[in-house]
């Protein structure tokens, strides 16, 4: 099965990271994603640079691409505001995104989740208006940090309300990493019966370590689109213990493993992982980079021999 992976590093990876990384080096970044084969990247947010600095440049960012054939920039739209900054600025597409529990919904946004859905329409409208394709996101769709499980059929709603609005392509989010594959399983279920004729990508956090299995269990559904970030940055600051999204390099290398294409290389992408954890200062999650792939081989001289056990 061909997969399509959609990188959110430089977004959903940083936004709260404290140490922020300079306009050129973002650039360079996703310039160097595109060399290993990414071809569809969530590079920033147009939110308010009061709310998250570290995305101040989201204009620059996106203007400063080379995007190379069949490649796609997206970015996250909080507000019809940021939606028109986002367009001018030239995005190929506008991420919109509520909680599918109103307690997240409520920390995350400030905002009920219908509220919120009046405001996504807005966005909507303004998108369709400019020919710019739109991705609706809901997060805490497998479990909220508050209420607990989401009711698989509240999703499903949702996801129908956003295709009302002309939103044809929905990203389902483990924010928390509540996720299960059982979970999983009947979320997806769900909503792929709600709105059938809806593209579904799935976007995990691997705070319990499931986010793999999760993968798995999404591709056992035939669902080809995933979310995730380079060296497996992230996490979300109004979820209690959330750490990082699923890691791009270790999800793409295991795709492979699984017969599965995506047009990515692999030993490039593990170099772009190694360079966001030297910009950042600290050693981040990705496994991948750290091991290297299993056909790296160890001559025999560069690891100690046993010392031999005495005899009686």
């Given at each position: 099965m061909k997969l399509i992976i959609t990188e959110v590093g430089l977004r959903d990876g940083i936004q709260n990271d404290a140490v922020f990384v300079p306009t050129a080096d973002k650039i360079r970044l996703i310039q160097q994603l595109f060399d290993a084969g990414v071809r569809s990247v969530e590079a920033?947010?147009?939110?308010?640079?009061?709310?998250?600095?570290?995305?101040?440049?989201?204009?620059?960012?996106?203007?400063g691409l080379r995007k190379p054939a069949g490649a796609s920039v997206s970015a996250l739209a909080p507000n019809v505001r940021g939606a028109h900054r986002a367009i001018r600025a030239g995005v190929d597409e506008l991420v919109v995104f509520l909680s599918a529990s109103e307690s997240h919904n409520r920390k995350n946004v400030n905002r009920a989740v219908s509220d919120s859905l009046k405001g996504i329409e807005e966005i909507a409208e303004l998108a369709a208006a400019h020919s710019v394709k739109v991705r609706g996101a809901i997060a805490t769709a497998f479990g909220c940090p508050f209420e607990g499980d989401v009711p698989p059929q509240v999703v499903a709603g949702i996801a129908r309300a956003f295709r009302a609005a002309g939103v044809t392509h929905l990203t389902l989010g483990d924010t928390t990493g509540m996720g299960t594959p059982a979970i999983v399983r009947r979320v997806c279920g769900?909503?792929?019966s709600a709105v059938s004729d809806a593209a579904l990508s799935l976007h995990f956090h691997n705070t319990r370590g499931m986010a793999m299995v999760n993968v798995a269990e999404g591709l056992a559904l035939g669902i080809a689109e995933y979310e995730?970030?380079?060296?497996?940055?992230?996490?979300?600051?109004?979820?209690?213990?959330?750490?990082?999204?699923?890691?791009?390099?270790d999800?793409?290398?295991y795709l492979h493993e699984c017969g599965h294409e995506t047009g990515i290389d692999v030993a490039r992408l593990t170099g772009v992982a190694l360079e966001m954890e030297r910009l950042l200062g600290r050693?981040?999650?990705?496994?991948?980079?750290?091991?290297?792939?299993?056909?790296?081989?160890h001559p025999m001289d560069s690891v100690r021999t046993a010392a031999a056990q005495p005899t009686a």
């Amino acid at each position: 099965m061909k997969l399509i992976i959609t990188e959110v590093g430089l977004r959903d990876g940083i936004q709260n990271d404290a140490v922020f990384v300079p306009t050129a080096d973002k650039i360079r970044l996703i310039q160097q994603l595109f060399d290993a084969g990414v071809r569809s990247v969530e590079a920033t947010s147009f939110v308010s640079p009061q709310a998250v600095p570290q995305l101040v440049d989201a204009e620059d960012v996106i203007r400063g691409l080379r995007k190379p054939a069949g490649a796609s920039v997206s970015a996250l739209a909080p507000n019809v505001r940021g939606a028109h900054r986002a367009i001018r600025a030239g995005v190929d597409e506008l991420v919109v995104f509520l909680s599918a529990s109103e307690s997240h919904n409520r920390k995350n946004v400030n905002r009920a989740v219908s509220d919120s859905l009046k405001g996504i329409e807005e966005i909507a409208e303004l998108a369709a208006a400019h020919s710019v394709k739109v991705r609706g996101a809901i997060a805490t769709a497998f479990g909220c940090p508050f209420e607990g499980d989401v009711p698989p059929q509240v999703v499903a709603g949702i996801a129908r309300a956003f295709r009302a609005a002309g939103v044809t392509h929905l990203t389902l989010g483990d924010t928390t990493g509540m996720g299960t594959p059982a979970i999983v399983r009947r979320v997806c279920g769900e909503v792929l019966s709600a709105v059938s004729d809806a593209a579904l990508s799935l976007h995990f956090h691997n705070t319990r370590g499931m986010a793999m299995v999760n993968v798995a269990e999404g591709l056992a559904l035939g669902i080809a689109e995933y979310e995730s970030s380079i060296a497996g940055i992230g996490g979300c600051p109004f979820a209690p213990g959330a750490t990082g999204n699923i890691c791009t390099e270790d999800m793409v290398n295991y795709l492979h493993e699984c017969g599965h294409e995506t047009g990515i290389d692999v030993a490039r992408l593990t170099g772009v992982a190694l360079e966001m954890e030297r910009l950042l200062g600290r050693t981040l999650p990705g496994q991948l980079m750290r091991a290297g792939p299993r056909s790296r081989l160890h001559p025999m001289d560069s690891v100690r021999t046993a010392a031999a056990q005495p005899t009686a």
